[in-house]
């Protein structure tokens, strides 16, 4: 575990580093509330169906892991849920998606807002060819703050949340994408927080990374469960069994995408109903 | 064996040749049109149809035309390429069709230009023989290179930087301003650099556009004559012109090189890739 | 922590605004080519209207004052010095694109393709000069009067040959490394390489770089008008002083009227016919280069 606490730079990460907000309201992970209920979701690229008939319920405060192997529509389903598919060509939806009773796919939504509540973070790091500074502040000032005094508070707030407070006060000033891998990811994941979102979206956060980089974030992550939901795309399951509370299988049937299996974690992993599930986690298969 | 032996004897000869034949235009530009270009030459007004004095109200003329070319086919071409890049469907119908007319616009040969810009903005917008006449018409002859350049600097930009802008919950518009045209910014400079050049060089579109008139411009409702223009009325019309035809021929292909070294150079500072710090 | 209560608009209303203008002016940038055709056929009317085409090809001569509007010479002119400069620039530019690629050090390529588009940016005018003040005495001395049919092929020549090489540069950069490495693992020599397997390769975008050059040609008009002589008759020989059609409407716009005037720009229809058909095939093979 130790090893975890260094980042690439080999320097330990601030003790203790929580200055993350405080719990959000509602009741602790035991006992969830849905916060995102996914019914019947199917998913088209022009003809080629990509997911089909998927159904899921995203509890608040909780880690889901969706997991199996590439090409099940895993990272499709993310995009749903905060509409980047808006911006895919082709790309046709149906079924229902709900977050704290507002329809998603309602297109009188106002889709900024949306996504201000919920975050997502990319598998590639996007830092934008900025400063590590204008990286966090261009969003904060697209959804309304003015206030310098009111940004920097926030820029410094989000950047010790993630732990990069240390690493990068001395250059804030500095592009953001001279910072190592770790760090660039990191950035994005402070970026998102900025925006006080309820839900976090990542997909595959760590797969791009060095394992060294790749353990920090992971760390991260758990961190932040509990003040944040959670839904992260894996292809780790070690990672996926570590970190998550909740864990939906999916895997190709009939030429689509389809949840095969979904419940808590332990259930998942170690006594799974569904055979293929159980071959999955098992390392048979995918 | 003999043909391989052959075919990079003539290979090379070519090569020679074609770089002979450049320095042999150079030299006799240079060597010509050193005899006469001075400081003076270029702060003059010409006397004796051209063949003494200086050129100083043709450089003026032909800095307001390219001015003027340049103002109303840069905001046009870079609105044209944002729709082209950020706001239509690959496929989509009316995205061909402005690429589509775009492709042809650029194939028109510069005399149909002239006749055009005689036709629509000499006669049917009433703006006569005129500075105004030429720098539009010319507008239109640069839009198809600003547009294309413009486009590829901006698909150069990469998507991630749309979707994360987008997961962020910022406008497309905002995510132009401040992400995307930033990127695309020395794309669009060597562009605007080649819009220039082609601009600068033209003649057939300027003969009937904006005139022969060799005064200093009063405004741009003035006639005026452009360098190549001016170019053009001392080889062909003035006995005796050859000697000022080749200063002004030097100081055009001067300007001219410098004007495409820029875009070369910027051309290949933005496809070295770029960290900005902004 | 509360963000200010500043005037929000969703995604769409900002961005639907912006695009709507945007709309706007690509619509006014892709107008312009439709004004072209428009004025052009417009202007050209009155004299279409009531003298028939054959009449273009027909009549005695070129008078357009006295209503002759014979443009065969001039057609042929144009047809003559476009053909002998793509026969010439095309082998040069060729052997100038196979040079940067496959037989100068990387020093001089970098040189060469420097030196080529430098050339491409020589304006016509300034090659027309240099025809006319260096190459037309030359070419007078062969055979008087310097300024000819031959005159203009060798400063079109000139003009499109940077076109050529960078188009066909840009050709055989296309061409995938695996064939190269294919025909070097045979033990085939630089030339058959490249005779048998590159150029091939690359034969489709040459050809359509040659037909846009082709067209390009066919449009130029201030080089060609002060080399060429400018007497409106078919030519018989290569040291004939001819017009071409694109040369006839630079010369006769100035004074024409009328009728004149109209027919001048019938015969600037009828250019932009020709090169817009060439663009068409040229874009028809490029497609082809894309589709494999």
Known sequence: ?286 | ?278 | MTLSRHNILSLSHTDEILAALLRLCALLSAAIVILILLFLSSESWPVLQHVPLTRFLSDASWHPTQGLYNIAPMLSATLLSTLGAILLATPLGIASALFSHYYAPPALATWHRRIIALLAGIPSVVYGFWGLTTLAPLVGRLHPPGVSLLTGILVLTLMILPTVALTVDAALAGVPNVYLRGAVALGMSRWTMISGVVLPAARSGITSGIMLTTGRALGETMAILMVAGNVVQHPHSLFDSVRTLTANIALEMAYAMGDHRAALFATGLALLAMVLLLVSIAEFFRRDLVHG
Request: charged share 15%.
């Open chain 1, 1 to 286: 575990m130790k090893a975890l606490m260094q980042d690439s730079d080999n320097n330990s990460l601030p003790q203790p580093s929580y200055t993350l907000g405080p719990l959000q309201s509602g009741p602790p992970c035991c006992d969830p509330r849905p916060l995102i209920r996914v019914t019947d979701l199917s998913l088209h690229y022009g003809a080629k169906a990509e997911l089909e008939n998927v159904s899921l319920d995203i509890y608040q405060g909780c880690i889901t892991a969706l997991i199996g192997p590439s090409g099940c529509g895993k990272t499709s389903f993310l995009s749903a849920l905060n509409r980047l598919t808006d911006m895919l060509p082709g790309c046709r939806i149906s079924g229902r998606i709900r977050f704290n009773d507002t329809d998603v796919r309602n297109p009188h939504l106002d889709v900024r807002l949306l996504r201000r509540d919920i975050g997502m973070i990319f598998q590639k790091p996007v830092p934008f060819p900025l400063s590590v500074r204008r990286n966090i502040e261009l969003p904060l000032r697209e959804h309304g703050m003015r206030r310098q005094a009111e940004i920097d508070a926030v820029v410094k707030q989000v950047l010790q949340d993630v732990g990069l407070w240390e690493e990068v006060k001395e250059r804030l000033d500095s592009p953001a994408q001279a910072l190592s891998g770790g760090q660039q990811q990191r950035l994005c994941i402070a970026r998102a927080l900025a925006l006080k979102p309820k839900v976090l979206l990542m997909d595959e956060p760590c797969s791009a990374l060095d394992p060294i980089a790749s353990g920090v974030v992971e760390d991260l992550i758990v961190r932040l469960q509990e003040r944040y939901t959670i839904v992260i795309v894996t292809h780790n399951l070690a990672q996926a069994r570590r970190i998550a509370n909740y864990a939906g299988f999916f895997w190709v049937r009939e030429r689509a995408g389809r949840l095969i299996e979904f419940g808590r974690c332990q259930q998942i992993f170690q006594s799974p109903a569904h055979s293929l599930t159980a071959s999955y986690v098992n390392g048979d298969r995918g």
């Open chain 2, 1 to 278: 064996m003999a043909k391989n032996f052959l075919a990079t004897a003539m290979i090379w000869l070519v090569a020679l040749l074609i770089s002979s034949v450049f320095l042999y235009l150079l030299s006799d530009m240079l060597i010509h049109g050193m005899a006469r270009l001075s400081l003076a030459y270029l702060v003059d007004a010409p006397l004796d149809a051209g063949r003494s004095g200086g050129i100083a109200p043709i450089i003026v003329a032909t800095a307001i035309i390219v001015l003027i070319a340049i103002t109303a086919a840069a905001p046009l071409g870079l609105a044209t390429a944002v729709l082209l890049t950020e706001f239509t469907r690959q496929k989509s119908g009316f995205g061909r069709f402005v690429e589509h007319s775009l492709d042809v616009l650029a194939s028109v040969p510069s005399i149909i230009f002239g006749l055009f810009g005689n036709a629509f903005f000499c006669l049917y917008l009433g703006l006569g023989f005129s500075l105004l006449s030429g720098g539009l018409t010319l507008a239109c002859m640069a839009l198809p290179i600003l547009i294309r350049t413009a486009v590829e600097g901006l698909r150069s930009a990469p998507d991630d930087y749309r979707l994360a802008a987008a997961a962020l919950g910022m406008t497309r518009s905002a995510a132009l301003l401040h992400l995307l045209l930033p990127a695309a910014a020395p794309a669009l400079a060597a562009g605007l650099m080649l819009g220039i050049g082609r601009a600068g060089a033209e003649t057939a579109a300027l003969i009937f556009t904006s005139g022969y008139v060799d005064r200093m411009p009063a405004s741009w409702f003035d006639s005026g004559r452009a360098l190549s223009v001016h170019i053009y009325d001392l080889a062909m019309n003035v006995p005796g012109g050859d000697a000022s035809a080749h200063a002004a021929a030097l100081v055009l292909i001067l300007l001219l090189f410098a004007i495409n070294s820029l875009a070369m150079g910027l051309t290949r500072h933005w496809q070295r890739g770029r960290i900005h710090s902004i």
